[in-house]
């Protein structure tokens, strides 16, 4: 059987666009000899739909998108499996389901309902779908096919899953005789997914003794980036098929000869990390309608990674930096920044704060009542950047890009309506040592566009006389070991303490910042996840509560 594996980039929610997308791909794949084509998990949806699905006119309209798409590929001596919203087969409250359907001679064939709903990290499905009661075989091609959504396929290895489920679809539907195994996905990328899914599908194959197909969306939804890395492997868990990372692509494989196309992709982990920040930030802003972005340049090397960044995603001509000055900006902050600008090739303005912070002060000095100058003076710079940055965004239709980091967010080391100020938050899953990896990367691809002295300079909000950020935090390369135990290995400060052989006091002061500081990210920017444990919809923590470490 010649299997062609369609990994495309749907948009949540425009059906008519998503359909015509798959039309054009199974046209390619029956000009190329397939005799199926498999697309994503939710392909004519858009995956994740998330409350979408809560409305009737959607369910509907999907229906109708979807018998549009069987008549508008029904010339095509192939068929086709796509996911979509369908209904649910019990009459329960949630009347939506995670579907699979086959699609062959300008029918609809066979559909299948996902069993497994995960509900955890970012999956919400237990929210808004209803499970399968079983599942069931279908012959394509004259092979008896094991078809399976996502989840239902990832429990098969895992033990605990198992448990926590109670069934086993793969295991099933393998009993029930099952010759392919084929698996559509919606699998959001972190860094290491991509190896994991290989190694766990592989053991699959193994186990069952049968090919695997395993397709995968690709594209950013929201806070979500899926790099798609479709991939075929045989009956002994061999790769014979695989897609490119990051983009949308079209594969072909012959399960009868074991031969297929594979296609490049990123083997560096950092490079991989650089290419979904790049398609996150690019899909965010196409699929909201957007078209050009607007960043504010300090001259450190987090507005630095995000300006290269942003070139990468739309286009030198749509990126626009802006330099504001303050009363203690040090004079290579505008010229490292300026460099930076000229280097890249973007548009460059320079709006100073100091006469503006300056008539502030003088407003509010008779109510500060003599006070000491301390961090009410120093946020007011970052608010009056922030409030400079949403002014031109009116002015010039273009939306703002944060330029924060992980280790930053994590510890509340930012400023409400300051330098929080935008509508993406590109960097906020990167902790500072791996934003300074990343602009390595940067460089290689943009000609050494970041200035050396970006790299070398001690980091600075640059707020006060003289002011570090080790004033405040410890060195970056402890701060994010620590982060990295507590946030994303939900470490106790003791066990912290102890692997990273630190000062218990240090790592209990850094975990409840973290705590402290929940209400900060909850009005933070979208920010795109790449780590296993991102700030943001994986992550749901009380604002008013007292439990601290």
Known sequence: MRIALGQINPTVGDLAGNRDLMTRFAVRAGEAGAGLIVFPELSLTGYPPRDLVEKPTLLERVEQALQELAGATSGLKLSIICGYVGRAE????????????????????FRQQKMLLPAYDVFDEGRNFLPGEGQRIVTIGGKRIALTICEDAWNDNDADASALYGRNPVEELMSAGGEILIIINGSPYHMGKRALRREIFSATARRHHVPVIYVNQVGGNDQLVFDGSSFALDAEGRLIAAAASFEEDLVLVDLDTGEGEIHETPADEREAVYEALVLGT???????????????????????????????????????GVAMPGPYSSAGSVTDARALAENLGIRFEMVPITPVYESFLAALDPVFAGAP???????????????????????????????GNKSELAVGYCTLYGDMCGGLAVISDLPKTLVYEL???????HADAIPEAVFTKPPSAELRPDQKDSDSLPEYDVLDRILRGYVEEYRSPREIAVRENLPLGLVREIVNKV?????????????????????????????AQRFFE
């Open 90 to 109: 019990s009459t329960a409250e949630r009347r939506a389901a995670n579907c699979a359907a086959v699609l062959a001679g300008g029918e609809v064939v």
């Open 515 to 543: 705590d402290r500081n929940e209400y900060k990210r909850q009005q933070a920017a979208p920010g795109l996840k790449v780590t296993t444990k991102a700030f943001g919809i994986g992550r749901r923590f009380p604002i």
């Open 439 to 445: 602009s390595r990367v940067a460089n290689r691809r």
């Open 282 to 320: 690019r899909d965010y802003l196409r699929k909201c309608g957007f078209h050009a972005v607007l960043l504010g340049m300090s001259g450190g090397i987090d507005s630095s990674l995000t300006a290269a960044i942003a070139v990468d995603a739309v286009g030198r001509e749509n990126v626009i």
């Open 373 to 403: 100058r301390d961090v009410a003076e120093e946020n007011l710079q970052a608010r009056l950047r922030g409030a400079t940055l949403m002014a031109l965004s009116n002015k010039w239709n273009v939306l703002v890009l944060t330029t």
